[in-house]
């Protein structure tokens, strides 16, 4: 199934409202840096490979018409309120930085001409993001040995997390194009729901047998046995391997090392942030409390009771059993294993 998440077309962005989702496909189109911020930290567009292609878009809109000096202080600007939108992400602030790199090379060029150059590389951007989820997803499906399989994922890293086909989900389609019997165990993942509204609807879509379950049932299930491996995204994962994801992936990944079952992180290798030493350094999103007392815009909490809502949480390398890149697999110990992939990538 091609899914358009997200687009450049006739200099704009265009972007599947996920939000929306199951119930209804309504494309949004983004004109300018702001509309294109505002549908990131919105939710419009989620995904750390998806909203590192967004942002790379936004930045190209955001200086066109612009060039030389005028365009380097403009870039400050917009880089600053695009990488706002969602901290976490390290793919965001990837994107936007490569794009402030190609800016600083062709800051020369007339405004016409820079536009095209950054408008190409956004583009770029979001091709090698397919090609990467293809190969992490050929990497990921030779790790799953069971014929059927049945797989235990949570959130949602498919097609709609990425420019499309996936990183978690892109393993699951990779291991079906291989021939092998594929069926999904999908956690509902609250408080926004991802993996009820969106993975259930990837799936379903591309009729790959589904199984929604609440958060809270996965320990149950993983005790029943029959789970051969669980498979998530990354927002970031940190030099030493510990890996922010959706929030609940923590739990998740205890409750299957209690159980002897693989945990697979899918990663491309703009998620791996050498740069930060450890899982204590990712920062760590807050959302707004409504995600946590309102459902569709319906109160299901009492008025004025206090939340805690973070976006992501942190699990130890040591829960992760391996990481699925588009350059290959990683295992510990992942501060060598990680950083030999990324080198591999710049030769």
């Not at 408008?119 to 989820?133: F, K, M, S, T, V």
């Not at 393993?171 to 259930?200: H, N, Y």
Request: net charge positive; hydrophobic share 50%.
């Amino acid at each position: 199934m091609a899914i358009n998440t997200v687009q450049w077309r006739a200099d704009t962005v265009r972007m599947i409202d996920q939000r929306l989702l199951p119930g209804r496909e309504v494309y949004r189109v983004y004109k300018d840096y702001r509309g294109v911020a505002d549908a990131i930290s919105s939710m419009v567009i989620r995904g750390a490979p998806a909203i590192g292609v967004a942002a790379a878009m936004g930045v190209a809109l955001g200086l066109k018409g612009t060039s030389g000096a005028r365009a380097k202080a403009r870039f400050k600007i917009v880089a600053r309120r695009l990488k706002a939108a969602r901290p976490t992400a390290v793919n965001l602030a990837w994107a936007v930085d490569r794009m402030g790199r190609v800016l600083d090379q062709n800051a020369a060029l007339d405004t016409a001409a820079l536009f095209a150059r950054l408008r190409d590389e956004a583009i770029a951007i979001y091709h090698e993001d397919l090609a990467a989820n293809r190969a992490l997803g050929a990497f990921g499906a030779a790790l799953i040995n069971d014929n059927p399989a049945q797989i235990l994922t949570h959130c949602n890293a498919g097609a709609l997390a990425t420019a499309g086909y996936g990183t978690a989900l892109g393993i699951v389609r990779a291991a079906r194009e291989a021939g092998k019997r594929i069926s999904v165990i999908a956690d509902e993942t609250r408080p926004f729901l991802q993996g009820s509204r969106l993975t259930a609807w990837e799936l379903k879509k591309d009729r790959i047998p589904v199984t929604l379950i609440a958060d809270n049932m996965a320990g149950m299930v993983l005790s029943r046995g029959g789970v051969s491996c669980v498979i998530v995204g990354a927002d970031r994962v940190a030099a030493n391997g510990d890996v922010a994801n959706k929030i609940g992936t923590y739990p998740l990944a205890v409750m299957a090392q209690r159980h002897g079952v693989p945990v697979y992180v899918a990663a491309p290798l703009s998620s791996i942030d050498l740069n930060c030493p450890t899982g204590a350094q990712i920062p760590i999103e807050e959302r707004a409390a409504s995600e946590l007392t309102e459902i569709a815009g319906r109160r299901i909490a009492p008025a004025g009771v206090g939340t805690f809502n973070p976006a992501f949480d942190v699990t130890p390398a040591e829960l992760v059993t391996a990481i699925v890149t588009e350059r290959g697999v990683a295992r510990p110990p992942y501060d060598k294993s990680l950083a030999a992939l990324k080198a591999s990538a710049n030769h």
